[in-house]
């Protein structure tokens, strides 16, 4: 999920999946983003199974924008909800180095700045809370970009004391935010490997 970034290629685990790609468009007001999202998500699941997929597999990732995309449509119910889905429909979510308090773009907008802190209904982790959600694997870079890293472990933080067992947090050494995302596409890479674990283990 997201407007560009890496594509996963060449190992014999990633050749048991398909990917289908959505972007966002860009200078859309950020609720308009996630809608869009929604929509290629929501067309996925329904129609995954005529083009030879298993329903029950639809994993949703994204990096940086698309990571936040991905938490919002995942954990948020009601955006689902307007196509009649439910986010325990999908199999996995995959954010890596989201945005987990409101989106600093919602903030610009609002006159607040980037680094005020907000978490309402457009943060991730105001859902932190919320039952039967989908496994999540929350991937971030160890030299991600200011307070990108600790927003990630608050949100498994918190989402682990409210009781969710299906969150795991892995931070990935010697990447920055735009490496993390980027270096998926190559083999060996840890974040790959994390994810194809992560995929593996849904069966």
Not at 15 to 22: F, P, W
Not at 52 to 67: E, P
Request: charged share 20%; net charge positive.
């Amino acid at each position: 999920m997201g407007g560009s970034g890496a594509q996963p290629r060449g190992s014999a685990a990633l050749s048991r999946y398909s990917a289908a790609h959505a972007c966002f468009r860009l200078n859309a007001a950020p609720a308009r983003t996630i809608e869009d999202a929604t929509a290629a998500v929501a067309w996925t699941l329904q129609n995954i199974g005529k083009h030879g997929g298993d329903t029950k597999r639809v994993f949703v990732g994204g990096h940086s924008a698309g990571a936040y995309l991905t938490l919002m449509l995942g954990m948020d119910a009601h955006y689902l909800a307007a196509f009649g889905l439910k986010p325990q429909q999908l199999a996995g979510l995959v954010p890596v180095s989201a945005q987990v308090m409101t989106h600093y773009t919602v903030r610009q907008e609002r006159g607040i700045s980037k680094f005020s802190v907000t978490a309402d209904e457009a943060a991730p982790v105001r859902y932190a809370d919320v039952k039967n959600l989908p496994p999540i694997l929350v991937l971030c870079a160890d030299k991600d970009m200011p307070a990108r890293a600790e927003e990630n472990v608050y949100l498994v933080a918190l989402m682990k004391g409210a009781g969710n067992k299906r969150v795991t947090l892995q931070v990935i050494a010697d990447r920055n935010h735009g490496s993390v995302g980027n270096n998926i596409a190559n083999e060996g890479d840890p974040a790959r490997l994390a994810i194809l674990k992560f995929m593996e283990a849904k069966k």
